[in-house]
């Protein structure tokens, strides 16, 4: 591919934090998803999260009664869930979190709930989009909270951040990329962000700081710089992550050979 239209592909990209992080996962997989647009291939746990999501958004937007949940589940499962877990211990543990959430959950109350709210604009001069899991809007306050299948435990509060405290900082990244887009509809930042994470039933609920926001842009700039300025898009192959999180495994040379 030649230089010129390289440039026009990434002049004109709209960016979402998903596909950044794919470029720091691996800038081949971004290669191959992004430049060659090549199809994403089902891959276990992306389907599970995705087709929880989808549960809970046809809840709040009316579309399945609470108590219709767990049926909406069990019936579907095989049908969404395409990609095969790595163990069966895996597919259990997971199938039977997301059962037992559904059974016992509890919607969020006390403000105007806005469920899988498409969010565009721009940050620093980027086109960026995004997909707001939930948007609650007490009149006062708003919340945006993104549902997490990965099983966090709360921060720790110690002095040196714990590996999940930095795992949850990350995960925040996507959300504070969401503010200033939620901020252009509703006219005021979120006060509050939220990962839901719904397997262990843990919500990680903390107030909007502003240091982290600057942060934030900060990592989506520097990163697309990295994307404008690559030239050959190395591959960054470990087992795991490859053979089990990566929907681009069936076109990657790279994943073959490990």
């Known amino acids: 591919m030649s230089d010129s239209i390289y440039a ?18 691996c800038p081949y997989k971004f290669y191959l998803r992004y430049i060659l647009q090549r199809k994403p291939s089902a891959q276990f746990f992306s389907d599970f ?20 949940l767990p049926s909406e589940y ?7 869930v395409k990609g095969r877990a790595m163990s069966q211990k895996v597919f259990q543990n997971y199938f039977h979190d997301g059962l037992s959430y559904l059974r016992e959950f ?30 609650i809007d007490d009149g006062e306050d708003l919340e945006i909270v993104d549902h997490k299948s990965r099983a966090l435990k709360p921060r720790s509060k110690r002095a040196k951040p714990t590996k999940t405290d930095e795992e949850i ?17 509703y006219w005021r930042k979120p006060k509050w ?4 994470c719904f397997r262990n039933r843990v919500q990680i609920k903390e107030p909007f700081d502003e240091a982290k926001f600057e942060r934030a842009k900060a990592w989506l700039r520097e990163n697309v710089d990295r994307i404008a300025s690559e030239e050959d898009f190395d591959p960054d192959p470990e087992y795991f992550k490859c053979h089990n999180l990566c ?11 490990i």
Not at 247 to 257: I, R, T
């Open 74 to 80: 069990l019936l579907s499962f095989s049908d969404r």
């Open 106 to 135: 509890v919607p969020y109350e006390g403000g105007i709930v806005k469920a899988e709210g498409k969010v565009n604009g721009e940050i620093d001069g980027l086109k960026f989009t995004g997909i707001v899991d939930l948007t």
């Open 193 to 196: 962000l939220c990962l839901n």
């Open 169 to 185: 900082d990350e995960m925040l990244i996507q959300l504070y990329l969401y503010v200033p887009l939620v901020e252009k509809m």
């Open 8 to 25: 026009t592909l990434i002049r004109d990209m709209t960016w979402s934090y998903s596909r950044v992080k794919t470029f720091e996962t």
């Open 247 to 257: 929907e681009m495994a069936g076109h990657c040379e790279y994943c073959n050979m």
């Open 49 to 68: 999260g995705g087709f929880v999501h989808e549960l809970l958004e046809g809840y709040y937007k009316g579309e399945i009664r609470r108590e219709n």
